[in-house]
């Protein structure tokens, strides 16, 4: 991981179309040590050029650009740059449009009245741990996305075949082993769980889809301190 690396900087894309904002992350960003921007946008279609260009670990991403809706932004900076962990930034915090970005892929969503601390401590969060989905919203709004009833149908059979084994305890090493397939495949399956059941971490996810009736809850074991 890039940003994980010592001696090595995490680079970090700020996508917003007021410049003065853009500009005011990117001194709270490399006022520490550890962080470059290497690209800043203001459009849809400059952020995907951006990131493209420069494969960046993070992408700051306004919700509210002009020229595009913000799934199709996440979406297309995906596409271009898979490595890229996406967090949104918004002043608005409607729980169907954080639930909806969460489907995306996106590992975090916060308020622009954050303070700094908040937004570094997002950023290392979600460098620091592959499965970490970072929520920063009201109170009201984050209770209606973790309150998600999903319909059975919402993860698909290989979702469900690895929320089994994660609810077992197994690490994604062996649920990769016991699926056949390699523990990345694992880590974004479960990065797509998390963000249709709006969890934030593997035990959320499994109370979630218990609850869902998406996995049979006697598949859950006792947990002694994992997350």
Do not use: W
Not at 68 to 84: F, N, Q
């Amino acid at each position: 991981m890039s940003g994980g690396c010592a001696g090595t900087l995490t680079r970090i894309v700020v996508v917003d179309d007021h410049t003065l904002f853009r500009e005011g992350l990117r001194e709270i960003l490399e006022a520490e040590k550890e962080f470059v921007v290497v690209g800043e946008a203001g459009s849809h279609a400059d952020a995907v050029r951006v990131a493209g260009e420069t494969q960046p670990d993070v992408a700051l991403l306004d919700v509210g650009l002009p020229d595009s809706g913000a799934a199709e932004t996440v979406r297309r900076i995906l596409d271009v740059a898979p490595a890229t962990r996406v967090i949104m930034v918004s002043v608005y915090d409607e729980p169907r449009t954080v639930q909806e970005l969460l489907a995306c892929g996106v590992r975090g969503y916060l308020l622009k009245s954050v303070g700094r601390q908040d937004l570094l401590s997002a950023v290392r969060s979600v460098l620091a741990d592959d499965e970490r989905i970072v929520l920063s919203v009201s109170r009201a709004s984050m209770a209606q996305v973790h309150a998600v009833s999903a319909p059975a149908g919402l993860l698909s059979a290989r979702e469900r075949e690895v929320m089994t084994l994660v609810a077992q305890g197994m690490t994604n090493g062996q649920a990769a082993s016991r699926l056949s397939i390699t523990e990345g495949t694992v880590k974004h399956h479960l990065r797509n769980i998390f963000g249709k059941l709006g969890a934030t971490s593997r035990l959320d996810a499994v109370n979630k889809a218990i609850s869902a009736s998406l996995i049979d809850p006697r598949d859950q074991v006792p947990r002694s301190g994992r997350g």
